[in-house]
């Protein structure tokens, strides 16, 4: 089993824009030498948008909640909507509106520039809002490839069943996003070997999740609350596991079995019968990842190898040659 090493929730939620509310659990930038870009490469940020009641928009055709058009560089952005709807439009023509289940990844690449709001529908109607947005950092092999955006309806994630391990019914189910379980192989194209599953639980009882061993392994109580091998968790806490067993990331003869090991992480959950108030169901999303191991030079929403590399991402944008 994949011990805890830290549980994180601490940080205070900020706007992004006038459309996000969220909590930073992690970022790149940050200098903490106990949980840094190293303890979650290959992902370098993730955002926790709280459930967040919004009044109707009078201004939602002309004045939406959100954020305006900016840069992107170097990495990819992954947004899931728990509830209400997202509007994307990007410079490479990609688009689309994502509704509560659904899925937005978007490659940035060698440069794109996107908006994000709130769709017309759901400003015009207002209501409860929730999301998270992830951060997934490119190699540097594919740091200038071509910006692409990926829509992932719901209907579109392969889903599994999660079984109680000790009576055998499903407890829950996991939509597969990235990666894969088992035999059952997400739907995004990824640059990197990544998990990332959307996990909701509905019946009580534990059932065990088997993550790659030379995975860095994260995992965010969106909602509700459980234990996560023991130890209870809440919603809006991310816990941190103990860095890969695999050492040795490089996959050649001698090593391929023990890479292909996995490490588990069990789940209990127990719906509440006295709580009126308690969520009838918990929700997680699960990454991981191996490690791409190269220097990060970032800033703002540049995310480079090196510092010359930062500085001429600043002067291409400044001159007009972003994204060329």
Sequence with gaps: MRPIKHIHGDKAPHWVGDGFYVKTLFNHLDNDPYFNHRHTDPFLLLD???????????????????????????????????????????????????????????TAGRGIMHEEFHSPAFGQRG?????????????????????KYQTLKRHDLPIVNLADNKVGHAIGKA??????????????STFTPINMWDIELD????????????????????????????????????????????????????????AQASDSIELTYAKSSDDKQAPSSVKLLLLSGEPIGEPVAGYG???????????QTFRDYQTGNFGK
Aim: hydrophobic share 40%; aromatic share 8%.
């Design 127 to 147: 209501g409860l809002f929730s999301m998270v947005q992830l951060w997934v950092n490119l190699p540097s092999a594919h740091k200038l490839t071509a910006p």
């Design 203 to 258: 019946n009580t009882g534990s059932t065990t999740l088997q993550v790659p061993n030379n995975h860095n392994i994260l995992l965010l109580v969106q909602e509700g609350t459980l234990l996560i091998n023991a130890t209870p968790v809440s919603a809006g806490n991310l816990v941190q596991f103990a860095a890969p067993t695999a050492t040795d990331f490089d996959i050649n003869v001698a090593n391929a079995q023990a």
């Design 48 to 106: 926790y948008g709280q459930p967040t009641s919004f009044a109707p928009n009078p201004n939602f055709a002309t004045q939406p909640h959100g954020i305006g058009q900016h840069p992107h560089k170097g990495f990819e952005t992954v947004t899931i909507a728990y509830a209400g709807e997202i509007s994307h439009a990007d410079s490479a023509g990609g688009c689309g509106i994502i509704q509560q289940g659904d899925v937005q990844w978007m």
């Design 301 to 311: 929403p540049f995310v480079m190898n090196t510092q010359t590399e930062l500085k």
């Design 175 to 188: 939509a597969i996003i990235a990666g894969e379980w088992q035999s059952t192989v997400g739907a995004a």
